[in-house]
């Protein structure tokens, strides 16, 4: 699920029906349930990205030093010299590794899942203070009531 789709449905769900208080107050457990899976599912989804992005980083690493085998090199479909003839000094690879397009395709997927992690996080500290929301309301209208 994307961000835009999460948020959809974050702008429905964040909704507190003010005439049947009850119900939105027992909603509460479940929304927090949606919305701690949707979490859990995002932060998992950024580990296993984490990962990919330390294998394809420790491949880069070795195609730029010369020791990937052949047939890495031809599955990742990679040219034999990275450097096309130009002669790099090893402290300058984080330069390479910093503008790769492959890197950056994965750091930008993590990124990504990380704004997404955010705003569910955002989500569910809404969610825990709903019931107050809700308690705060009943005690305006006996207020407002004359009692």
């Keep these: 699920m994307n961000l835009d789709e999460i948020k959809e ?3 429905s769900d964040c909704k507190i029906d003010d005439i049947e208080l009850d119900k939105s107050s027992l909603e509460v457990p479940k929304l927090h349930s949606k919305y701690s899976d949707l979490l859990t599912e995002n932060v998992m989804k950024v580990k296993g990205l ?6 394809l980083l420790k491949d880069k690493w070795l195609w730029f030093n010369g020791k990937l085998d ?3 090199l031809k599955s990742y479909g990679w ?10 000094m090893k402290n300058d690879f984080n ?4 503008s790769d397009k492959d890197l ?6 993590i990124e990504y899942r990380n704004i997404t992690i ?8 809404n969610i825990k203070w709903r ?3 809700i308690k705060n309301t009943i005690e305006w209208r006996k207020f407002m009531a004359g009692s």
Aim: hydrophobic fraction near 30%.
């Design 9 to 11: 449905m974050w702008s």
């Design 50 to 55: 984490e990962m990919q992005y330390h294998i």
């Design 70 to 72: 052949q047939d890495k």
């Design 79 to 88: 040219e034999d010299d990275p450097f096309d003839g130009l002669k790099i």
């Design 95 to 98: 330069y390479f590794f910093n």
């Design 104 to 109: 950056q395709a994965i750091k930008g997927q």
């Design 118 to 125: 955010n705003y569910l996080k955002d989500c569910l500290e």
């Design 131 to 133: 019931n107050q929301t």
